[in-house]
Nanobody
Framework: QVQLVESGGGLVQAGGSLRLSCAASRRTSGSSFMGWFRQAPGKEREFVAATNWNEDVTRYADSVKSRFTISRDNAKIAVNLQMNNLKPEDTAVYYC???????????????WGQGTQVTVSS
């Protein structure tokens, strides 16, 4: 089993920035992808971004392209999400995810973190 621990959430005003980090308890033997999902109140969990081990395959949700940047720290078995120009609609619990597979352009992770709250005030 792999544990994922997120950090970096909080409260920020619209237009501000936050950086989320996620550290894995050990290196996995799976697909090597790590990424982020989010779930807003009353909504389904949705994909935000993901990247593979050497970051040559990176995907973003259309809603965050040009504002969010995902990056890996392989020495620490970690993934980061730099979020700029935040909007109130970015308010959600953000979940780290690892390993898993891609089917028809959708990412299905094997492991999930507990989540970290991001709140963007208007």
């Amino acid at each position: 089993q792999v544990q994922l621990v997120e950090s970096g959430g909080g409260l920020v005003q619209a237009g501000g920035s936050l950086r989320l980090s996620c550290a894995a308890s050990r290196r996995t033997s799976g697909s090597s992808f790590m990424g982020w999902f989010r779930q807003a109140p009353g909504k389904e969990r949705e994909f935000v971004a993901a990247t593979n081990w050497n970051e040559d395959v990176t995907r973003y949700a259309d809603s965050v392209k040009s504002r969010f940047t995902i990056s890996r720290d392989n020495a620490k078995i970690a993934v980061n999400l730099q979020m700029n120009n935040l909007k109130p609609e970015d308010t959600a619990v953000y979940y780290c995810a690892a390993d898993g597979k891609w089917y028809s352009g959708h990412y299905y992770p094997d492991y999930w973190g507990q989540g970290t709250q991001v709140t963007v005030s208007s």
